[in-house]
């Protein structure tokens, strides 16, 4: 019987092979969900998201609730965005947005919010400080008087920070507002880099904030940074990450900057001759990894690394992890409550997308519908996969003999053409597997997307959608 990887402490928990990752990485799915947002269809609406929630109810409503909180504002442009937003000014703009988005927050709250206890809440943007004191703390206030929320103890209740936007005051009124866990976004903090991708971000603010932010007691500070942005060099990423491990935060994000200017347009401000090459992100990818786990941090899946002791790196060795459309999360059974212009809900066995245009979005409320736009039931078999995706994306491995306890199925029967791929996988040294365990290795972990992909019965089905929406970004 093989060891889960879990059970080998001496083993390194990531290792960077760069022919490995020449030879493999190639364009795959994040899997914040399984079945993926570009599988949504557009015949899923009200309905049927209350046909789920009416399901929900009928087993009783076990689950906690997660409430996500979409604000899609922003002063400035950042050339390498990819996310829904829209860049204003014109402060009367989130007034009218609030209007609507309370409405929204009303309709839920009658279907969901006495169901159970939120545990975990999420505001995500955009920007979500473009909103002022005042205007987050009314929000706040109407989420709490339509649904329940855990004490400061128990819940995680975090939100996406753009530094530029607030103030060291600013940040104490958001902790004394409820949140317990922030995000900064850096990027880099090297001057070229920031002028090209057009945010110019003193090192001194971000840092300001953080120490904001610890003198506040928020219990988990995140910083997000990008490598494979404009003018960055090996050089520029390593003192960039001295600085970011100095300032010590509980958890790190580094993302791979994906070059789609014909999805987004805001892209193609950036200059495709300063971009550095393939080898040259490879080895900003190595120098990272080399970096933050000999700083001592644990590398969680994907683009995470957080601390030992930090609540993501307990809950992965607990086998308590979770991935949605936030990222990693703590919450594994939570249903998802998303409100908020292009948000994505999780409800029973579904995906729910709202209108992802403010015009259409309000068009939806003034009907007094939910804005639901698109999303997709999940059949038995869409459930199956979706479990084993979360098992590999969350913790390295896969229990067999569970997996066929609680479906009815042969493992070996059932994923019989799936088996030939993880063969040749194992073969490259990506994983083990035998009647017992599938287990990633170190050198496979960083190539968990192509792994996950041998399980996506969606991903090379022959469907009517329009060609970009099946682009994803590279796995490495």
């Given at each position: 019987?093989?060891?889960p990887?879990?059970?080998?402490?001496?083993?390194?928990?990531?290792?960077?092979?760069?022919?490995?990752?020449?030879?493999?990485?190639?364009?795959?799915?994040?899997?914040?969900?399984?079945?993926?947002a570009?599988?949504?269809?557009?015949n899923?609406?009200?309905?049927?998201?209350l046909?789920?929630?009416?399901?929900?109810?009928?087993?009783?409503?076990?689950?906690?609730?997660?409430?996500?909180?979409?604000?899609?504002?922003?002063?400035k442009?950042?050339?390498?965005?990819?996310?829904?937003?829209?860049?204003?000014?014109?402060r009367?703009?989130?007034?009218v947005?609030?209007?609507?988005l309370?409405?929204?927050?009303d309709?839920?709250?009658?279907?969901m919010?006495?169901?159970?206890?939120?545990?975990?809440?999420?505001?995500?943007?955009?920007?979500?400080?473009?909103?002022?004191?005042?205007?987050?703390?009314?929000?706040?206030?109407h989420?709490?008087?339509?649904?329940?929320?855990?004490?400061?103890?128990?819940?995680?209740?975090?939100?996406e920070?753009?530094?530029?936007t607030?103030?060291?005051?600013r940040?104490?009124?958001?902790?004394?507002?409820?949140?317990?866990?922030?995000?900064?976004?850096?990027?880099?903090?090297?001057?070229?880099v920031?002028?090209?991708?057009?945010?110019?971000?003193?090192e001194?603010?971000?840092?300001?904030?953080?120490?904001?932010?610890?003198?506040a007691?928020f219990?988990?500070?995140?910083i997000d940074?990008?490598?494979?942005?404009?003018?960055?060099?090996?050089?520029?990423?390593?003192?960039?990450l001295?600085?970011?491990i100095?300032?010590?935060?509980?958890?790190?994000s580094?993302?791979?900057?994906?070059h789609?200017?014909?999805?987004?347009?805001?892209?193609?401000?950036?200059?495709?001759?300063?971009?550095p090459?393939?080898?040259?992100?490879?080895?900003?990818?190595?120098?990272?990894?080399?970096?933050?786990?000999?700083a001592?941090?644990?590398?969680?899946?994907?683009?995470h690394?957080?601390?030992?002791?930090d609540?993501?790196?307990?809950?992965?060795?607990?086998?308590?992890?979770?991935?949605?459309?936030?990222?990693?999360?703590?919450?594994?059974?939570?249903e998802?409550?998303?409100?908020?212009?292009?948000?994505?809900?999780?409800v029973?066995?579904?995906y729910?997308q709202?209108?992802?245009?403010?015009?259409?979005?309000?068009?939806?409320?003034?009907?007094?519908?939910?804005p639901?736009a698109?999303?997709?039931?999940?059949?038995?078999?869409?459930?199956?996969?979706?479990?084993?995706?979360?098992?590999?994306?969350?913790?390295?491995?896969?229990?067999?003999?569970?997996?066929?306890?609680?479906?009815?199925i042969?493992f070996a029967?059932?994923?019989?053409?799936e088996?030939?791929?993880?063969?040749a996988?194992?073969?490259?040294?990506?994983?083990?597997?035998?009647?017992?365990?599938?287990?990633?290795?170190?050198?496979?972990?960083?190539?968990i997307?192509?792994?996950?992909?041998?399980?996506?019965?969606?991903?090379?089905?022959?469907?009517?959608?329009?060609?970009?929406r099946l682009?994803?970004s590279?796995t490495?």
């Amino acid at each position: 019987m093989a060891v889960p990887a879990a059970a080998s402490s001496h083993v390194p928990t990531v290792q960077f092979d760069a022919a490995l990752i020449r030879k493999l990485s190639k364009q795959g799915p994040r899997y914040t969900s399984y079945p993926t947002a570009d599988r949504f269809a557009e015949n899923f609406g009200m309905g049927d998201y209350l046909q789920a929630v009416n399901q929900v109810r009928a087993l009783g409503a076990r689950n906690p609730l997660s409430l996500y909180v979409h604000i899609p504002f922003c002063d400035k442009l950042c050339y390498y965005c990819a996310c829904n937003k829209v860049i204003t000014k014109n402060r009367s703009k989130a007034e009218v947005y609030l209007t609507y988005l309370k409405r929204e927050i009303d309709m839920q709250g009658k279907l969901m919010g006495d169901m159970n206890i939120v545990t975990q809440l999420h505001f995500g943007g955009g920007t979500p400080t473009y909103l002022s004191d005042e205007q987050m703390g009314d929000l706040l206030a109407h989420l709490r008087s339509r649904f329940r929320f855990a004490n400061d103890d128990d819940g995680e209740f975090s939100i996406e920070i753009d530094p530029r936007t607030v103030s060291p005051e600013r940040v104490h009124t958001l902790r004394n507002q409820g949140f317990n866990r922030i995000s900064f976004g850096v990027q880099d903090f090297d001057a070229d880099v920031q002028k090209a991708v057009n945010r110019i971000q003193p090192e001194e603010v971000t840092l300001a904030v953080m120490d904001a932010a610890r003198a506040a007691g928020f219990r988990s500070i995140s910083i997000d940074l990008i490598y494979g942005l404009p003018r960055q060099t090996v050089m520029t990423m390593e003192q960039t990450l001295a600085k970011v491990i100095a300032a010590n935060p509980d958890r790190i994000s580094v993302y791979n900057y994906a070059h789609m200017p014909v999805l987004f347009k805001p892209q193609r401000r950036i200059s495709e001759d300063e971009l550095p090459n393939a080898e040259t992100k490879l080895d900003m990818l190595s120098l990272c990894i080399r970096r933050l786990t000999a700083a001592g941090y644990v590398y969680i899946g994907m683009d995470h690394f957080a601390k030992p002791d930090d609540d993501l790196a307990v809950a992965q060795r607990q086998g308590r992890l979770h991935r949605n459309f936030q990222g990693y999360s703590t919450h594994a059974d939570a249903e998802m409550v998303s409100v908020g212009v292009s948000a994505i809900s999780a409800v029973g066995s579904t995906y729910s997308q709202n209108e992802k245009t403010l015009d259409a979005y309000y068009e939806r409320i003034e009907q007094g519908e939910l804005p639901i736009a698109r999303g997709t039931k999940l059949n038995v078999d869409d459930l199956l996969r979706r479990v084993i995706i979360q098992m590999l994306m969350c913790n390295f491995e896969l229990s067999i003999r569970s997996l066929e306890l609680a479906y009815p199925i042969s493992f070996a029967v059932y994923f019989v053409k799936e088996l030939e791929q993880l063969r040749a996988m194992e073969a490259d040294g990506l994983l083990s597997i035998d009647n017992d365990w599938l287990t990633v290795s170190p050198k496979g972990r960083l190539l968990i997307r192509n792994i996950c992909m041998v399980f996506d019965a969606h991903l090379n089905k022959k469907q009517e959608v329009k060609p970009e929406r099946l682009r994803y970004s590279k796995t490495i």
